[in-house]
């Protein structure tokens, strides 16, 4: 016999919140009336259940009210979708098949790794133009969590890596490439077009509101998240390198050991926050003294793009 689930068993977020317009997929009574709305009447939640087995309390378009279980309506978006034949979905095109750039970034590509650490795959995919011009579209990313990958669709990935965005550039600089097609491999030839002081805003940003994020949680909980004060400071010590040398060197080397402490917690948090200040310091030196122009080379990526869309026709 099955067992009847509690509360403790239910997903709240399984719940459609109030406001949401929605399709009879059964007819409903009208409450205290003897009349029913028909399949396909439009209405909105305007009651929620006390869980995911009850029903929902729905006003319909003439005023009148009713009562419906989650199996007995469609949110109306969804019934949109699934009527103009647009959830037939791009599964059956197959969009990994397109992967043109697979690269290994994180913790391995930065040389911080340890037996537990994950392979974490990111890269680009470049769709047929015929699915991109299609009623389709596509993702702009491609994500599988249980084999930690990603894939960015070219535009996407082009348009972060002109915002300096540490993820692509990463991508971009690492040394563990595991597969590049010939037009992967022409803008990665020339992929210091995305070197500019922009990369100083942005990390600069990135570190401060994070670091802060980190001390707001050591005061209400007496807990630091190691790792990621880690990778913040990696981030600086990049960043600062990034405007010296005009190149991203994203394994870490001289700093590996003292970062790894971190990581270990084995330094004291004023240490952390002391080296952090520091290097807030050299970067603005380096910002003020480095020959990175102002701004990516816009231009360069955009010509990039049409030219691999044009080989996608």
Known sequence: MELMKTTQDIDFNLVVPKGTQIVLLNETKILNENFFHAKGAVGKIIGLPSDAFHAYKIEFSDGSLGMANRKDFSIRKHFQNEQSGLVDSLEEFQLYDFVIYRCIVGSRAFGLDDENSDVDRRGIYLPPAEIQWSMFGVPEQLENKETEECYWELRKFLILALKANPNILECLFT???????????????????????????????????????????????????????????????????????????????????????????????????????????????????????????????????????????
Not at 274 to 291: G, I, P, S, Y
Not at 301 to 307: Q, V
């Open 175 to 313: 040394p563990l490439v595991e597969y590049s097609d010939k037009l992967a491999e022409e803008l990665l030839s020339k992929r210091r077009m995305f070197l500019s002081k922009l990369i100083y805003q942005t990390y600069n940003g990135y570190v401060m509101s994070q670091f802060k994020k980190l001390e707001q949680d050591l005061r209400s909980s007496g807990l630091i998240k190691w790792k990621h004060a880690m990778h913040l400071i990696r981030l600086l010590l990049q960043g600062i390198e990034i405007l010296r040398e005009e190149n991203l060197i994203v394994r870490v080397s001289e700093n590996r050991a003292k970062l790894l402490s971190i990581k270990r917690s084995e330094l004291e948090w004023a240490e952390v926050n002391e080296w952090r200040v520091e290097l807030h310091k050299e970067f603005d030196e380096a910002f003020a003294k480095t020959n990175l122009p102002e701004r990516p080379n816009y231009e360069s990526a955009n010509n990039f793009l049409i030219k691999a869309r044009r080989i996608m026709v």
